[in-house]
């Protein structure tokens, strides 16, 4: 049971603002409020037809709701606000993902393996900004997530997991993404993460026109970031995170994108 409380208040994971990916759940009839805030910026797109060199910066909030009805199933919503160089402070996106757990290391299995399907409601004004990485105007996903703690006395002390995803918008061709962490805790009190996100699409364009841009649906898109995450428990009041994210690789897609964000995690039951 303590177990069990302590994975779910370290689970939330900022890994560009998505839903839940990692594959342990929280606690039954246990929620999860998850408020975060991200400073991005570029100066340039990789294959910009005309080039394209100027400061773009994004301002995104995001509000995430986690809920487990029972050991094995879990339901994740998520709302995003945005503020960018294209888009004035808005509504972006909003997703609901539902996820099974088919086996469980924290009750003794080998690994934790845990299966879901995702859809994602994109706003239009935002599908129109290269900085937004939604596809289309709805964006659904079947993913997988598999990962293994390594104890020290009652809890966890290291963890790895990686999560797969291959997906489809309302148009335009798939994708595939992947992520992939390694991660410390010390004293259920200070954890650290070193993570890698990435993403290829099969669209058949590989040039973008910024100014009139209309999602990745139809855009061979390849990117790659590596980020480090550090985060405090503060008592019950949750647990406050800090990250930094960097774009090592990038193909049709924003390029040596900086990514600087502050979370809070609280879990709460009614």
Same mark, same amino acid.
């Given at each position: 049971?303590?177990?069990?409380?302590?994975?779910?208040?370290?689970?939330?994971?900022?890994?560009?603002?998505?839903?839940?990916?990692?594959?342990?759940?929280?606690?039954?009839?246990?929620?999860?409020?998850?408020?975060?805030?991200?400073?991005?910026?570029?100066?340039?797109?990789?294959?910009?037809?005309?080039?394209?060199?100027?400061?773009?910066?994004?301002?995104?909030?995001?509000?995430?709701?986690?809920?487990?009805?029972?050991?094995?199933?879990?339901?994740?919503?998520?709302?995003?606000?945005?503020?960018?160089?294209?888009?004035?402070?808005? $509504?972006?996106?909003?997703?609901?993902?539902?996820?099974?757990?088919?086996?469980?290391?924290?009750? =003794?299995?080998?690994?934790?393996?845990?299966?879901?399907?995702?859809?994602?409601?994109?706003?239009?004004?935002?599908?129109?900004?290269?900085?937004?990485?939604?596809?289309?105007?709805?964006? $659904?996903?079947?993913?997988?997530?598999?990962?293994?703690?390594?104890?020290?006395?009652?809890?966890?002390?290291?963890?790895? +997991?990686?999560?797969?995803?291959?997906?489809?918008?309302?148009?335009?061709?798939?994708?595939?993404?992947?992520?992939?962490?390694?991660?410390?805790?010390?004293?259920?009190?200070?954890? +650290?993460?070193?993570?890698?996100?990435?993403?290829?699409?099969?669209?058949?364009?590989?040039?973008?026109?910024?100014?009139?841009?209309?999602?990745?649906?139809?855009?061979?898109?390849?990117?790659?970031?590596?980020?480090?995450?550090?985060?405090?428990?503060? =008592?019950? +009041?949750?647990?406050?995170?800090?990250?930094?994210?960097?774009?090592?690789?990038?193909?049709?897609?924003?390029?040596?994108?900086?990514?600087?964000?502050?979370? +809070?995690?609280?879990?709460?039951?009614?």
């Amino acid at each position: 049971m303590i177990r069990r409380w302590i994975a779910a208040f370290l689970t939330m994971s900022g890994l560009g603002f998505a839903i839940e990916v990692q594959p342990w759940f929280g606690e039954v009839f246990e929620f999860h409020f998850l408020q975060s805030y991200s400073y991005s910026w570029f100066s340039s797109v990789q294959n910009a037809r005309p080039p394209y060199h100027h400061f773009f910066y994004d301002n995104l909030l995001y509000s995430g709701l986690e809920f487990s009805p029972s050991p094995e199933w879990d339901v994740d919503l998520d709302l995003q606000f945005v503020d960018t160089t294209k888009v004035n402070f808005n $509504f972006r996106t909003l997703a609901l993902q539902t996820r099974y757990l088919w086996i469980d290391d924290i009750i =003794g299995d080998p690994v934790s393996f845990a299966t879901g399907v995702s859809a994602r409601l994109t706003a239009p004004s935002s599908l129109k900004d290269v900085s937004c990485p939604s596809h289309g105007n709805v964006d $659904f996903e079947l993913n997988f997530s598999l990962g293994k703690e390594f104890d020290a006395s009652d809890t966890w002390r290291f963890r790895a +997991w990686i999560f797969g995803a291959v997906g489809h918008a309302n148009l335009g061709a798939p994708w595939v993404r992947a992520i992939a962490s390694l991660e410390m805790n010390r004293e259920d009190l200070h954890k +650290w993460a070193i993570y890698a996100v990435g993403i290829n699409g099969y669209g058949r364009h590989t040039h973008i026109d910024v100014d009139h841009f209309s999602g990745y649906a139809k855009v061979r898109e390849k990117a790659i970031d590596v980020g480090i995450r550090y985060g405090y428990r503060v =008592g019950v +009041w949750g647990t406050v995170r800090a990250e930094y994210l960097r774009r090592v690789l990038a193909k049709s897609a924003p390029q040596n994108v900086n990514n600087i964000m502050l979370s +809070w995690l609280l879990p709460f039951s009614l």
